[in-house]
């Protein structure tokens, strides 16, 4: 599928579920209210969008949320997916909270998937709980330790949070080269209602990038994952560190990707409201034909680009909608 700015879209990230075990701060409010259940797709009419877009072209899929591992059976859907792996999918892979990782680290392994993202904003227990709310930051380190026994390639994503994580980054640039895994940098998105003022977590990572130099060697790379994030070599550590700057640098020009949300909503644009309602679709009884038609038409909507600004005279977000709906 090529959209009207010559983009491929090969890349499809799927929320499976709006809930979560944590409460980010820059991701969710403390109150949040989830969706009714009956608004949620089934596993089997989530299987049935994602083989619609494999028949359409998408190589990679990442299974995201909300946490993606509360939902019950998701194991199903892996399994599922899994199948489809050298049949038109390359990758199947997710980004996850890591609190459920000890329990279905092995199964992700089994069902095909090679690599996993694990968000992890803080080394420090009691920052990572103030973080989240009420994580326990061990869970988290037992379930990456159990990734990496089960084989799976693990590559640690962080949100660069002003005044909170700011000092800690090059500490955990070094944590995550004595581990092997990458590092990913991401700055705050203006997504939805977090019940406070986000323009004062927003950090650029042009800077965090200028003084992690002062201390590492980083070498500029082609490395890519399919992803936005642009990735150096850090000659000291052997690993990468990688940058997601949609705030600082226009991610669009090589986006290749579209999100699609537990409801069956598909976005687009991360940072645009249009969308297209594929439940209804699904539950109208469309055949696969009619499914395919109406991704096709979704798809030549996707816009050029995201409008995301950092307003201090208007906080309020971008987007109404949380990033826990449309999958980080
Ligand atoms: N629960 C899983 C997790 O935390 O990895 C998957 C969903 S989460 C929404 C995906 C990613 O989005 C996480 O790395 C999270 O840190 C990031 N994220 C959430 N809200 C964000 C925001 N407003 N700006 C930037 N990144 C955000
Ligand atoms: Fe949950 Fe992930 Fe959002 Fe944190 S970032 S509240 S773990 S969905």
Known sequence: MIDPFGRAITYLRVSVTDRCDLRCVYCMSEDMTFLPKAD???LEELERLCAAFIRLGTNKIRITGGEPLVRRDVQLLFGRLGQRLGQGLDELT?????????KHAEALRAAGVRRVNVSLDTLDPARFAAITRWGKIEKVLDGIAAAKAAGLHVKINAVALKGVNEDEIDA?????GAQGHDLCLIETMPMGDIGGDRTDQYLPLSLVRARLRQRWTLQGTDYQTGGPARYYDVAETGTRVGFITPMTHNFCESCNR???TCTGTLYMCLGQDDAADLRRVLRDGATDPELDAAIRLAITRKPKGHDFVIDRRNPAPAV???MSLTGG
């Open 40 to 42: 949620v797709l089934s």
């Open 172 to 176: 955990m640039l070094a944590w995550c």
């Open 258 to 260: 579209v999100r699609l």
């Open 320 to 322: 109404a909608r949380h």
């Open 94 to 102: 997710l980004t996850t909270n890591g609190t459920q990782l000890v």
